[in-house]
């Protein structure tokens, strides 16, 4: 059975690696995070747009929170431009979590 403090404990975990991800991102040039590597979404940056995405949608569902712009897969890596926005809202959802 999933507890409420599984789910605290998880969505810790969820944080101290989303600062992981950004902290390591925050190194690379803007050019770095853009290019396209082949990946799904394309670049980092995409992916890290798409992840952000997923997890503002389900807590618009589970805790009436916000919800993205766009509501589908395909616009999700498209959903932030700026990085420094991207880190912005990131860090923002983190810390309601």
């Known amino acids: 059975m999933?507890?409420?403090?599984?789910?605290?404990?998880?969505?810790?975990?969820?944080?101290?690696?989303?600062?992981?991800v950004y902290k390591a991102s925050d190194e690379l040039g803007e050019e770095a995070r853009k290019l396209d590597r082949g990946a799904f979404f394309g670049s980092i940056h995409r992916t890290l747009c798409h992840l952000l995405w997923g997890d503002m949608l389900w807590t618009s569902r589970f805790a009436n929170l916000?919800?993205?712009?766009?509501?589908?897969?395909?616009?999700s890596s498209g959903l932030i431009e700026s990085w420094e926005e991207l880190k912005s809202r990131r860090f923002a959802l983190d810390e309601k979590l």
Do not use: G, H
Not at 3 to 19: C, L, S
């Open 2 to 20: 999933i507890t409420n403090e599984f789910v605290k404990t998880m969505a810790r975990y969820n944080q101290w690696q989303n600062d992981s």
């Open 66 to 75: 916000e919800e993205p712009a766009v509501l589908t897969i395909a616009d």
